[in-house]
């Protein structure tokens, strides 16, 4: 119970939110770069944002975001939290499922082989990014199909889904699951709940971040060859910025896309679309 603990940063009162013509948002992994980047896209166009957060650390402060303290991978825990925001505003409109990353030790170094796979170390990546999602879609669609208005959910895909990536087994493994279990749940939500709630990802390219860094940043700060690589066979030469997704994360949950479901949209200045020559 007291994983659903939350807090409120200067929140003004339940009733002004229930009045105001915006929607609810639900950010799962908010406090990291990708999550607290569109956290603060949202916040600044007016709607309320509920983190979803192991802890409180590192979450902006704003009067119209909440911080809850869950755990996406369990669904009894993250049950409590989704009434809980439920109960306050009466709905939730979007999803997104930003918690996500890799470890270290579920990397092959270039040192070692598949043989070496630590089974501990790739059930961790799994249980966040596969389980995770599947776990937050399930519990916080339960509620979305009950809106009038329907809803939408937006997972995080990526680039080692399409394209295989060396070293990062367990991120690939995970991330593929995630991809194809949006499209199936996006027909099993419209096949069974009149397309109310609409289910899609986006795949971003090569951002810079904490579960990668070891793999693309020397201690120097310069590039590692792995990271040069990445920049040769990316059009744009450049490594994305978190701004740079919230576009396609503001369409995905706006009426102009209400008929689009089960995409998969990459993010990668042009990453997926070059061979390389």
Known sequence: MF?????FFNFVCEHEFKNMNKKVIVITGGAGVLGTEISSHFIKKGHVV???EKNNKSIIQHDRLISYISDVTSPEILKITAKEIYKKFGKIDVLINAAGGNHPDATISDDKTIFDLDFNAFNKVTDINLNGTVISCIV????????????????????????????????????????NFTRWLAVELSLKFEGKVRVNAISP???????????????DGSYTERAKRIIDLTPMKRFGEPEDLNGVIEFLCAE???????AVIPIDGGFSAFSGV
């Open 140 to 179: 916080f669609g339960e509620l979305m199909v009950k809106n009038k208005t329907g809803g939408s959910i937006i997972n995080y895909s990526s680039m080692s889904v399409e394209r295989t990536l060396t070293r990062v087994v367990a991120y690939s493994a995970s991330k593929a699951g995630v991809q």
């Open 3 to 7: 994983l659903c603990e939350c807090f």
């Open 205 to 219: 390219g090569f951002f810079l971040g904490k579960q990668n860094m070891h793999l693309l940043i020397n201690e």
């Open 50 to 52: 509920c983190v979803i």
């Open 256 to 262: 102009s896309s209400k008929f689009i479901t089960g």
